[in-house]
């Protein structure tokens, strides 16, 4: 088990469980990836491209891209939320025209939930270091960013 480090916070000096930390981290990501997916099941895409949750029609939600609403410029998440409910769906070729990414950034938020759960298991039995190196998570994370903005360039270029 790893030692507990000191903060400088607050009236006196308390220990940070690095332990917890990771536990809490790893149980956050399994509970965002677990909202999207749910999100994906109960949510529509509407003929005018707006997205709608299927047990309420008529009622589209706001734009969420804050770019897309303010300087009428796509960037390079725009089409990811029907992409993920064209997925949802079973339609691969709907979730590609929304963004060609979309798959991916899918199987990447798949991959989260054996390895989230193995993480919680690892830090609860094993503790700190976690197994997986810090430079392999970078390099996944920056093949899903390099993807985003090379498909948004593509998009730009007419492509």
Known sequence: MSEPLTTESGPAN?????????????RNMLILCTTVVILAL???????????????PGV????SCASRSIFDVECPGCGLT?????????SLSAAFQQNRTGWLLACGLLIQFPYRVWM??????????????????????WILIVALIGNWLLKILGI
Not at 14 to 26: M, T
Not at 120 to 141: A, S, Y
């Open 14 to 26: 308390k220990p940070v469980d690095r332990e917890a930390l990771r536990r809490n981290h790893h």
């Open 42 to 56: 109960t949510l529509q895409t509407r003929a005018d491209q707006r997205v709608e949750f299927a047990w309420l």
């Open 82 to 90: 029907r992409s993920f409910i064209a997925i949802a769906r079973g």
């Open 60 to 63: 589209p939600m706001p734009e």
């Open 120 to 141: 919680l298991h690892h830090v609860r039995t094993r503790g700190l270091p976690e197994p997986v190196p810090e430079r392999l998570k970078l390099v996944l994370v």
